[in-house]
């Protein structure tokens, strides 16, 4: 059966270029598939990979791991979003999410002197003025921490800046992952399966399971939520509020993003964590609003968002509730008005997840953009964002 993403890869070439829809679908499409390659990568690089983190400091449990920063501008930033409580979990440290529109201006500040750190920086094009200026200031000014630099652009500013330096290690993906639509879709999701490379690095057999897994999980869910999000994306919603709770408030805030880039604002998008929508942003929720639950499959998690759900529906907040999760056999007892999830005997866990999730976003921002007559693949016709962010005068 051909679904909704399936009548668009299918358009002629005229109709595609004519339409704006030459790249984003195929990079939406592409993921589960591109996941694969991401790991093959890893695998060719896993042991110079971890003999670097061992001179950074990540050796055994014996002596105080280096502070981990996660760092990124908009999309990139929400790759570290998606990986901070993995990556504390499987290496066992500090791991923080730090945009590097924060560190450029207060970088001082974020450091704690004699604290050793790794700096993970995630960017698609490697060429964002941020992500730029804040690498070569801290290879400058504070040659003690290492770095890591994961990118889809081989040529791009950032990994030629770290190339040679001994505190530095670099990863180029596959170039078939630098989106050349406006919107990042397969350079995110591919990001963020690296950094679960790197949480596995020393039990890569392990994170393989987890990865068929994935990819099998993507397969089966690309129809499914691409049929679903066309269908909503006909309807006359203004405003789409997103909620997820761990790494999937990740996948959360980055869907917001998708509505809102390619949308061009059109549609208003929102995110929160499941228990925080309730301090405030539950006061934006209305007959217009389209509300997208990514839910947890831990018991425990999922308990606190079964509630939320259910006094949504109490006061009659959202229009429409849309239920995401990882496994078929979800009872949600009509609080939904549909469940999406991938077709998979064994759930992927809940922080490896993002990769999957993010495709719904993802495909709700494609058909948003189709309803409102924007071309997906350049969405702002103001010129109000571009693929990668320029102009940004950069102070010493």
Not at 380 to 391: E, F, K, L, T
Request: hydrophobic share 45%; glycine share 8%; with cysteine.
């Amino acid at each position: 059966m051909v679904s909704a993403l399936d009548e668009l890869l299918d358009l002629s070439g005229e109709e595609k270029l004519k339409r704006g829809l030459v790249y984003t679908p195929a990079e939406i499409a592409q993921q589960p598939a591109t996941w694969e390659s991401t790991y093959s990568l890893f695998r060719k690089r896993r042991t110079e990979l971890a003999e670097f983190l061992a001179v950074a400091g990540f050796v055994d449990d014996t002596e105080p791991k280096p502070a981990v920063f996660l760092i990124g501008a908009g999309t990139s930033d929400y790759v570290g979003r998606s990986l901070v409580l993995l990556l504390r979990r499987k290496w066992k440290c500090e791991v923080t999410a730090v945009p590097s529109t924060s560190l450029l201006t207060h970088m001082d500040e974020w450091l704690i002197p004699g604290q050793r750190y790794l700096w993970i920086s995630f960017s698609r094009s490697g060429d964002s003025p941020e992500g730029v200026a804040v690498l070569e200031q801290a290879l400058l000014r504070h040659p003690e921490v290492h770095h890591i630099v994961v990118s889809c652009n081989a040529r791009g500013r950032m990994l030629h800046s770290a190339a040679g330096k001994k505190q530095a290690f670099t990863i180029v993906l596959d170039d078939a992952v630098n989106d050349r639509g406006l919107a990042m879709t397969s350079s995110f999701s591919n990001m963020v399966v690296s950094g679960q490379c790197m949480a596995w690095v020393h039990d890569p057999v392990e994170y393989e399971g987890i990865l068929s897994r994935l990819v099998e999980a993507g397969k089966t869910f690309l129809p499914r939520a691409a049929d679903a999000a066309a269908v909503l994306a006909s309807r006359p919603y203004a405003k789409v509020c997103f909620i997820g709770s761990g790494a999937l408030q990740g996948v959360a805030v980055e869907s917001a993003l998708k509505v809102l880039e390619l949308t061009a604002g059109r549609v208003l998008a929102m995110s929160e964590s499941v228990m925080g929508l309730r301090h405030g942003p539950m006061a934006a929720l209305d007959e217009s609003t389209l509300l997208v639950a990514f839910l947890s499959s831990e018991e425990k998690v999922f308990r606190y968002e079964k509630d939320l759900l259910q006094e949504l529906t109490k006061k009659q907040l959202a229009k429409t509730r849309i239920a995401v999760g990882g496994h078929s056999e979800l009872s949600l007892d009509g609080l939904a008005e549909r469940y999406l999830s991938p077709e998979i005997r064994t759930p992927v866990p809940d922080d490896c997840r993002p990769p999957v999730d993010v495709l719904f976003g993802q495909l709700l921002g494609l058909f948003f953009s189709l309803r409102w007559n924007l071309t997906p693949d350049r969405p702002s016709p103001n010129g109000a964002i571009s693929r990668v962010v320029h102009d940004v005068m950069i102070y010493g």
